[in-house]
Nanobody
């Protein structure tokens, strides 16, 4: 399984970016997908997740109302639309695919994911 994240870059506070994560090597539509981020000097944390089939989204409180996760199963791609960006959103963003046995209540846990992309850097300037 390979995940290729893209779309990161430098943006001013208040701006927007859309991250993409293209997956290969697995039946994409059968698995939940997630985004996590790691800020400099900090641990990696949950940002958003989306279930398979129904596409139900889950968000960290810090991004709720500003970020939107979506998926296009025909393209094996998951997206993260990030609006109203803040300097504290600066981080490397990672996409990941959930394990087949993952239950909804554990989608915020990194241990629920078995394959990870390489990360894409988002820098928000003030």
């Amino acid at each position: 399984v390979q995940l290729q994240a893209s779309g990161g870059g430098l943006v001013q506070a208040g701006g927007s970016l859309r991250l993409s994560c293209a997956a290969s090597g697995r039946t994409f539509n059968g698995y939940a997908m997630g985004w996590f981020r790691q800020a400099p000097g900090k641990e990696r944390v949950f940002v958003a997740a989306i279930t398979s089939r129904a596409g139900r989204p889950y968000y960290a409180d810090s991004v709720k109302g500003r970020f939107t996760i979506s998926r296009d199963d025909s393209k094996n791609t998951v997206y993260l639309q990030m609006n109203s960006l803040k300097p504290e959103d600066t981080a490397v963003y990672f996409c990941a695919t959930a394990k087949a046995t993952t239950i909804l209540s554990t989608l915020r846990a990194q241990s629920s994911y078995d394959y990870w992309g390489q990360g894409t850097l988002v820098t928000v300037s003030s």
